[in-house]
């Protein structure tokens, strides 16, 4: 035990003479160790720091796409096993490589090879050029991931490996599902790929979809999928035809904006902008109508 003296000052002199002094026991004791618990990010911070990291000309789109808002709704998570349907050039590949995580899975399929050749545009090269698709994505996939991103594969609607049968935790159609309806009479494209999501998903598994939305006033041959839109009474009779039901629905992606005249189609719209030319006024006008409307939907499998 160590002792400290205490000099006399003015409020000490109130009590104690000149000549005396306070002794005042000292006890020594170790630092506090303090112990601070780093907790895990949750979900929500997590998907927000790679919505962040993403570029500017993806951000720009974010209020039109509400990725954040539809990947909540949807209940996707970091270390899921995730099915994205046509990814495209991978606007939403690159959120889900980096969410998932290391521990997650995400697998991109194309549209069967059998059916590209009903576009007008399609040749010999372009055919070649889907053929290596699924090399170029998964590549793709592990860069946009930057290490500790999802494990990645990629096949066609045609050719998913049985062996995915059952382990799935969700597949995404985010703008999926118009040309599969459009040439469902050449092959049942729709109606093999929604059966297809069907015996990939786990008991239980659950689909989101993102679709460009007609009005029900429409024409059913209007809203055939020709145009990009689809009615929701016709994509919800099409999953409970394959085995799923509507559980929920979303109105963050809708756009009252998006009135389309008898003779518009969906490409019309940014960002795409396909009938525009150099007409900058049109495009001007696209652009303060912004994407399209959109039904947002949550099916989950029954049988």
């Not at 729709?190 to 429409?218: I, P």
């Not at 929920?248 to 008898?262: I, R, T, W």
Request: aromatic share 10%; glycine share 8%; with cysteine.
């Amino acid at each position: 035990m160590k002792y400290f003296t205490i000099a006399a000052c003015s409020l000490v002199l109130l009590a104690c003479s000149e000549k005396e002094a306070v002794e005042v026991d000292v006890i020594e004791s170790a630092p506090a160790e303090v112990s601070v618990e780093t907790e895990a990010p949750d979900n929500q911070t997590l998907l927000g720091n790679v919505l962040a990291a993403q570029s500017d000309e993806a951000k720009a789109r974010y209020e039109f796409r509400h990725p954040q808002e539809t990947l909540t709704f949807f209940g996707v998570e970091p270390g899921m096993k995730v099915l994205e349907v046509l990814p495209g050039e991978g606007w939403y590949s690159k959120i889900l490589a980096s969410y998932l995580g290391s521990d997650g899975a995400l697998i991109g399929a194309d549209y069967s090879l059998d059916m590209w050749p009903n576009f007008s545009f399609v040749n010999d090269e372009f055919i070649e050029g889907r053929k290596q698709w699924p090399a170029k994505w998964t590549a793709n996939v592990e860069t946009w991931g930057g290490g500790a991103g999802a494990d990645a594969q990629a096949h066609t609607l045609a050719d998913l490996p049985t062996e995915l049968d059952g382990t799935l935790d969700t597949v995404l159609f985010i703008r999926a599902l118009h040309n599969l309806s459009r040439f469902e009479t050449e092959g049942q494209y729709l109606t093999q790929a929604l059966g297809r999501a069907n015996t990939l998903l786990k008991e239980g598994g659950f689909v989101g979809v993102v679709q460009h939305q007609a009005s029900e006033e429409k024409d059913d041959a209007w809203a055939d999928g020709s145009r990009g839109y689809l009615k929701k009474s016709f994509v919800v009779n099409a999953f409970a035809a394959a085995g799923f039901e509507l559980v929920d629905e979303a109105e963050f992606n809708q756009n009252p904006k998006d009135v389309p005249g008898d003779d518009d189609i969906v490409w019309r719209l940014p960002p795409t902008y396909f009938t525009s030319g150099d007409n900058e006024e049109m495009k001007q006008q696209y652009a303060a109508i912004g994407e399209s409307n959109r039904m947002t939907l949550l099916f989950r499998k029954t049988n």
